[in-house]
């Protein structure tokens, strides 16, 4: 007998109050990174109707202008009339900045292994303990889950056809869920699609429903994965007048879930936007993925799974956890020799491997922080090494 599991993620669109936050932080970020690629950033950003505060631990050379930043951001978003509750033009900005502590930059600054050694990837210590996940599957291009791939795309595709005009009387904020069923832990149909769309009070609901059921949903979800018994929801609540800041307060490192595998795979609960890459809830994260992603394009597994944890102050990770899920010929305790033979999960290795000084983390906020081919944690240049320990 067939086993049939249901599966679902969601993803949130650039105006959804949470993602408002998250792309202030991390635009103010890339803007210290500009002027000093060496800048210690903690920003993190609440916003409501009609007021944006920016807070956080800041150690940079770099002059931020902070409220020309938020501004930018929130007229790109798409929030640029009073009538909407939040707009760019007449919204507060608050701040409340501090240098980074000095106990923590003491961690990072000088690691523990530094006092031994002479290797300059030992220099820099994690910026906190915890525990970062990667993973890696084949079940799209991008070896990302089916699910959230599809969430992303749908929410990507409603605000570009809000921004290009294609949909009529659509506001920024919204959001999608996408259940798939996996039929022996396969892909096999997509069960339901629910599509929240923000809109003018005057839109005709029927009339948008129809046009993102056309113009959303069927130009994203592969026909073949549709069947009779698929279901769409539009608006489910039936209006969705009152959205964005205005309609739900935000707050920087909020989804969570959304940003990386939409829950498919455990998350270990540190937020990324507006971190600076030696806080390894963020470079960490980025780098088990790309692990896991060199490992299945490698054909090593169909399926993998990292955990790697840190201890504040330390350069070397504590612990290393692989889980291919039976996918592998390998053994597990194989696939840890191989990937500490082929990679360095230092602080310091990890941002100079990846680029992560460079001011490029506004590409990372809206639609996954994971599965974007251009960002450097997606490249596959290890896998043709990696193909070596096939068998």
Not at 183 to 206: C, E, F, G, I
Not at 238 to 255: A, E, M, N, W, Y
Not at 354 to 379: C, F, M, V
Request: charged content about 25%; aromatic content about 6%.
């Amino acid at each position: 007998m067939d086993k049939i599991k249901l599966f679902s993620s969601e993803s949130v669109t650039e105006g959804h109050p949470d993602k408002v936050c998250d792309a202030i932080s991390d635009g103010i970020l890339d803007e210290a990174l500009k002027g000093d690629p060496n800048s210690r950033v903690a920003c993190e950003v609440c916003c409501t109707t009609g007021m944006v505060m920016v807070m956080g631990e800041f150690t940079t050379e770099q002059y931020i202008d902070i409220p020309k930043v938020v501004r930018g951001v929130i007229k790109e978003i798409g929030y640029n009339d009073s009538s909407l509750g939040f707009d760019y033009h007449n919204c507060a900005v608050l701040t409340y900045i501090n240098e980074q502590s000095a106990d923590i930059s003491m961690g990072v600054s000088d690691a523990i292994e530094s006092k031994e050694s002479a290797d300059p990837a030992d220099r820099i210590g994690a910026g906190d303990q915890g525990m970062m996940f990667g993973y890696a599957c084949t079940e799209t291009p991008e070896l990302m889950p089916l699910p959230i791939a599809l969430a992303h795309m749908l929410t990507q595709r409603l605000t570009a056809v809000r921004k290009q005009g294609v949909v009529k009387g659509l506001r920024p904020d919204g959001k999608a869920q996408v259940t798939v069923a996996y039929v022996n832990d396969k892909p096999a149909y997509v069960d339901t699609v629910v599509l929240s769309a923000q809109h003018d009070p005057d839109v005709d609901l029927d009339q948008l429903r129809k046009h993102i059921i056309d113009e959303v949903i069927l130009k994203i979800v592969p026909a073949d994965m549709v069947n009779k018994d698929t279901k769409f929801l539009i608006n489910p609540t039936g209006r969705f007048v009152i959205g964005g800041p205005h309609g739900d307060s935000g707050l920087t490192g909020r989804k969570i879930i959304v940003d990386t595998y939409g829950g498919m795979c455990p998350h270990g609960g540190g937020a990324f936007s507006g971190k600076d890459p030696t806080k390894v809830d963020r470079s960490a994260t980025y780098y088990a993925r790309y692990v896991c992603k060199n490992i299945v394009a490698a054909g090593l597994a169909d399926k993998v799974q990292l955990q790697v944890a840190y201890a504040i102050g330390k350069a070397q990770p504590v612990s290393i956890c692989v889980d291919t899920f039976g996918s592998s010929k390998l053994t597990n305790e194989e696939l840890i020799d191989i990937i500490n033979k082929h990679f360095d999960f230092r602080p310091y290795s990890i941002i100079n491997e990846l680029g992560l000084r460079a001011p490029i983390y506004s590409q990372t906020t809206n639609y996954g922080h994971l599965g974007k081919d251009r960002l450097p944690w997606e490249q596959t240049n290890k896998a043709q090494e990696l193909k070596q320990y096939l068998r």
